[in-house]
């Protein structure tokens, strides 16, 4: 770029160089990363999503391709909450750019634990949520589909852990507006908008499913369009400031999230199969600006309601 563009934005009170973040789940730790870039061309970098013990993840076969996505069910593979303050806080730490640790458990105590032993430690910019895994003792639900759920889990979280809290919604729900609200209520941040959608894929040779859990997650090109309402609508309720993700593979994937009024994107398969993509977005997204004549990112944030829909 020859050319000068302010990306900055901020979620918050989370203040980023520029809008585009890895999504959690896809680029590990950060560490596979580093062989391509360095990670402070990266607006921010959502790890890996840990639990309050080490996790296997689930059998293999655990990735499926589908014609506009993938679907997966790695199954929180993680070193545990110990684990990754030992191995890969330290790596983190010495890296120049807001780093944000996915949080997933299976019960309230496991948000509580997993959030206060994050509170303890130095070089995190904040915590995302993960309410979207199955809530065993709720019947196998995800948390992220009940409200209430999500209340008492933001506010246990926020609660513990002083700094920036984002909640990462499920898509999976008839109406996305209680669960925002609840997250808002328990005092989270911003909000991260949205996770997988549960998919499935069969193998007509074998006449079985391919996936050895049956279904998983299904992310990529097929749920842009569901994520990017949600976002638009959350927004058109000005309930937190949001995160945008799903299918972001091209700069105007990126660009049609931030017209929605999402303060900075995230970028998960994609990633996958490009590892350059977050930074190739970036480029993209400042060329747009640059070629219609934008002085700066926050020019475009939500310009969609000014002319769009009232969902
Ligand atoms: C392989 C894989 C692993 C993922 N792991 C997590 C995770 O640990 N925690 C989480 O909140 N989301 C996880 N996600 C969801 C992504 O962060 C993202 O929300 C979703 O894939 C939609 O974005 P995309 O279409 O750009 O991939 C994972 C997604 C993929 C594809």
Redesign the pocket.
Known sequence: MDYKIDLKTELGSLQLESPVMT????CGFGRELTDFYELNELGGL?V??ITVDPREGNPTPR?AETAA??I?S?G?E?PGLDGFIKEELPFLKSVNTKVLV?I?GHSLDDFKKLAAGLAKQEGIGGI?V?V??PNIKGGGLAFGTDPELVFKITDLVRKEYNGFVMV?LTPNVSNIIPVAKSAAEGGADAL?V???LPGMKIDIESQSPVLATGSG?L???A??PV?LRLVYEIVKHDILPVLG?????TADDAIEYLLAGARAV???????IDPYAPIRIKTGIAEYLNKNNFENLQEIIGLAHKKGANL
């Open positions: 999504a959690s789940g896809t959502i890996k999503g990735i996505g993938l997966n790695i929180l993680n996915n997933s995302e993960n979207s895994c990462k991260a949205a996770n997988t997650g992310s990529g090109p749920i842009k994520a993700l799903g299918g972001i593979m995230g970028v998960g398969t994609a990633t996958l």
